[in-house]
């Protein structure tokens, strides 16, 4: 089955730590995104990427960074320098056709806490 | 820049009742909207997108949107509430050709009562 798989579904970090949270898709898409979901506030962009070994800041990157050296994966870090960590993140991918939007597939999502 | 508004963050109907679910957009540029849908704890689900083919957009479970350009608006509605349909929505817009860029409203979650 093709989708966009990721891990953990529950991470616990404490204060002054790093953790990474992956994602991997077998949809063969160019375009891979990292959202931040906090309750009554939608979802914001953290980071995304257009293509490998290329990545662009969203809206709210402080914190936060991000690798792409495979097309099927982008993991993303969160330090210890973003100060409220505690979230539901989410990663989606999409195609990317010049002149076409494409919608864009999300994963099941990973919910942070700060211990 | 483009945003989304949606207008209840709450909305309860009973069960069989009409669904209405209200998105508004700012955009400078001919809109792609997209409707989103999300059980707890997981991720988000495309229900419909409108990509300029055709103003009333029919997608999955039941539900259709339309494109009113002159109301700025991309409502999101279901002839008939189900159980199974009790989620948050979120109205997506997108921001520019490259990147399928998204811009979400802040969502709305619909509670159906028996």
């Known amino acids: 089955d093709g989708g966009i798989t990721q891990s953990p579904k529950y991470l616990f970090r404490k204060e002054g730590q790093n953790v990474t949270l992956s994602c991997e898709q077998n949809?063969?898409?160019?375009?891979m995104y990292w959202y931040r979901q906090d309750p009554g506030q939608g979802l914001r962009l953290i980071y995304y990427?257009?293509?490998?070994?290329?990545?662009q800041k969203g809206d709210i990157a402080e914190g936060y960074s991000v690798s792409r050296e495979k097309k099927e994966s982008f993991p993303l870090t969160v330090t210890s320098a973003q100060k409220n960590p505690t979230a539901f993140y989410l990663c989606?991918?999409?195609?990317?056709?010049?002149?076409?939007?494409?919608?864009?597939?999300f994963g099941p999502g990973t919910r942070l806490t700060v211990l | 820049a483009q945003s989304v508004t949606q207008l209840g963050s709450h909305v309860s109907v009973s069960e069989g009742a009409l669904v209405l679910l209200r998105c508004n957009y700012s955009?400078?540029?001919?809109?792609?909207l997209f409707w989103y849908v999300q059980y707890p704890n997981q991720g988000l689900q495309l229900l419909l997108k409108?990509?300029?083919?055709?103003?009333l957009v029919k997608g999955i479970n039941g539900f259709e949107a339309e494109f009113k350009k002159s109301e700025t608006s991309f409502h999101l509605t279901k002839p008939s509430a189900h159980m199974s349909d009790a989620a948050e929505y979120f109205c997506?817009?997108?921001?520019?050709?490259?990147?399928?860029?998204?811009?979400f409203g802040g969502g709305t979650r619909l509670m159906v009562k028996p």
């Open positions: 997506a817009v997108s921001s520019n050709n490259a990147g399928n860029m998204l811009t």
């Open positions: 989606a991918s999409s195609m990317q056709t010049g002149g076409v939007h494409n919608e864009q597939f």
């Open positions: 949809l063969n898409h160019d375009a």
């Open positions: 990427s257009q293509i490998v070994n290329d990545f």
């Open positions: 955009s400078s540029v001919p809109p792609y």
């Open positions: 409108y990509t300029s083919a055709a103003t």
